[in-house]
């Protein structure tokens, strides 16, 4: 990412240098944490949170293109292995954090496995049951280890000894969008990497894909097993600020909200998402003045949006390959 | 016009692909039956038959999208039958399809690119942290496709979406991905349908230079039979799922069981027939 003298950037086109967008995000949320009280910085801590969800949910059905209903589920899995192991073993969350993940993207790859052949809507309904199935088995408390109904209380903060112990709304705030931030970059590495343009293939054409040498069935269980274990990831840091997890927080509206989060954003991408999340999680708090009405706006506007950008806000532009040279000779 | 070696080694062993006793079944319909065919290095060799005659299974079954009932694929001279299609492109075999299936929502250059998938190796980790030698890797796949799609002279569109460019040229970058996965038989499906007669002669003469320049084998289905006489070294006939003649392209012409077959009753001059029409 060369991020030196501001004057080398081209002002021909229309568009903005590309460094210039994540870096005036990356500032604003540095800064805004700091100019707000604590409520506002809650609402974006819930703001990262729904974006990590978003860039989750974003692989299986954005990149690959796979209706997946079903991914609070995964979710669920990595806030309960948090809350399970830190209440009754003392585990502490930061240990938690990538077992979390590994442990979501396990129940992924074993429940997918199986699964991972099916087209479209046959998909998509087996993945909402797999997300109700996880739901309703802690609420019917298995092994009294997930509290049924009430969930698990007194997740500890996450904490490296005494030297840093994160229990403030600034640090979870900071925590999380660490995480986000990581993740972009990751994922932005995997998009433009053999194995970004494997999942776009499947998702473009599964035939053509398979006869050009990509192994779907690999690639397809491989989105699945890495969007749990970042849902896994938010599940974690979701349990340890709440302090508690209950299976309403895991329900099949949670699914539907993270589908519209992608949907809204523009398939496969990652500013799209971004901007789905703020929607998602700033859209109640806008709104709740019209309390009422939150949910017929929310419906409008969802209808609007499939009408007059059915892409999306911020579709993926492609032509990233070759794009020094597109922005010399042609400009677009 | 037929003086390359294709022909002159037709009587050797040098058999790139081989089918024996292929049989496959759809419900209570045999496409194919106890089809067998051989196909030499270096040679282009057409498979023709009137609609239904099961060309396109036996495409299918070779790349691995179907699996046979009966009967064995031997590449190279090792069994291939019922492997994945995914695993036929790395033993060397590469196809095109007869309605063209590219990837419409990424670029002409992403699109070619793809064929390089099967010769790269770079995993989760190494596209992640982007190491070295996946950078390297990722500049040789940019490297192969760029000379595949100037090959196709296609460099202008290389950025744009394949579902924008014009339709013969959306068949020669289909070509150009699957030359992209460096195949030893490429195995085409009606390359020239939909094509005017000056994208088939142009096509006609990209394919023999593919033949002269690169060690490459071309097995393709089609129904032009002026691509089928003009660079064919040998043609198999098939009629429901059965092979029924086989030949240099004159003396298959000229058999009146083909003709029958596959021309009808229009033998004067009705070569054309059919092409127009699926």
């Known amino acids: ?332 | 016009m037929i003086d390359r070696p294709g022909k002159a080694t037709r009587n050797g062993n040098d058999i790139l692909l081989e089918t024996q006793g292929l049989t496959k079944i759809f419900g209570g319909l045999t496409a194919v039956s106890d089809f067998d065919l051989d196909i030499h290095k270096g040679e282009i060799l057409s498979l023709i038959g009137p609609n239904g005659a099961g060309k396109t299974t036996v495409f299918n079954v070779v790349t691995g999208i179907y699996r046979p009932e009966r009967g064995d694929v031997v590449f190279k001279g090792r069994m291939i039958t019922g492997k994945k299609p995914h695993q036929i492109i790395v033993a060397g075999i590469a196809r095109t399809f007869q309605n063209i299936r590219l990837f419409p929502d990424m670029t002409c250059l992403e699109n070619i690119m793809a064929g390089q998938h099967c010769r790269a190796k770079a995993g989760l980790a190494a596209s992640v942290f982007r190491t070295p030698k996946m950078r390297r890797e990722e500049r040789r796949i940019r490297q192969v496709a760029e000379d595949r799609i100037r090959q196709v002279d296609l460099w202008a569109f290389r950025d744009e979406l394949a579902k924008n460019i014009a339709y013969g040229s959306q068949k020669m970058l289909e070509i150009a991905r699957a030359l992209a996965s460096e195949p030893e038989l490429l195995v085409l499906d009606e390359p020239s349908s939909g094509l005017n007669p000056k994208e088939t002669e142009d096509l006609m003469a990209f394919l023999q230079g593919l033949i002269r320049e690169e060690d490459l084998t071309i097995l393709l289905i089609e129904h032009d039979m002026n691509v089928v006489m003009g660079i064919s070294d040998w043609v198999v006939v098939m009629d429901e799922g059965k092979k029924i003649a086989q030949g240099p392209p004159v003396e298959v012409y000229n058999n009146p069981e083909v003709i029958e077959a596959y021309l009808g009753k229009e033998e004067e001059g009705g070569e054309d027939a059919g092409p127009a029409s699926h």
């Open chain 1, 1 to 332: 990412m060369p991020v030196n003298t501001n004057s080398t950037g081209s002002a021909r086109t229309l568009s903005v240098p590309r460094w210039i967008m994540p870096m005036l995000a990356g500032a604003i949320l540095l800064i805004y944490p700091f100019l707000v009280s604590d409520y506002y910085i809650d609402i974006a801590f819930y703001f990262g949170i729904y974006a990590l969800l978003g860039l989750s949910l974003n692989i299986v059905l954005g990149e690959v293109g796979l209706f997946d209903l079903g991914h609070a589920g995964f979710y669920a899995i990595g806030a309960y292995v948090t809350a399970i192991l830190n209440t009754r073993y003392g585990i502490p969350i930061f240990v938690l954090l990538p077992v979390s993940g590994l442990a979501a993207a396990l129940f992924a790859y074993i429940v997918c496995s199986p699964i991972i052949h099916l087209k479209g809507d046959y998909l998509c309904i087996v993945t909402i049951g797999v997300g109700e199935i996880v739901r309703i088995a802690l609420i019917n408390n298995p092994f009294d280890l997930t509290g049924g109904p009430n969930g698990v209380f007194g997740i500890d903060f996450p904490r490296i000894g005494e030297l840093l112990v994160i229990d403030s709304s600034l640090e979870y705030y900071f925590l999380i969008w660490a995480v986000v931030g990581l993740s972009i970059i990751g994922l932005i590495s995997l998009q433009n990497s053999r194995i970004g343009r494997a999942w776009n293939c499947i998702r473009e054409d599964g035939i053509a894909a398979s006869a050009s040498g990509i192994d779907v069935r690999y690639y397809k269980l491989l989105a699945f097993v890495l969007g749990a274990g970042l849902a896994g990831i938010a599940g974690n840091i979701y349990a340890s600020k709440l302090m508690c997890v209950s299976p309403e927080s895991f329900s099949f509206w949670e699914s539907c909200l993270m589908f519209c989060i992608v949907l809204i954003g523009g398939m496969g991408s990652i500013p799209g998402v971004l901007i789905g999340a703020a929607f998602i999680s700033l859209f109640p708090e806008i709104f709740r003045p019209f309390a009422m009405y939150r949910m017929l706006v929310f419906g409008s506007v969802m209808i609007l949006m499939m009408m007059f950008r059915p892409g999306g806000f911020w579709p993926r532009k492609r032509g990233g390959v070759s794009y020094r040279s597109l922005m010399e000779d042609s400009g677009d």
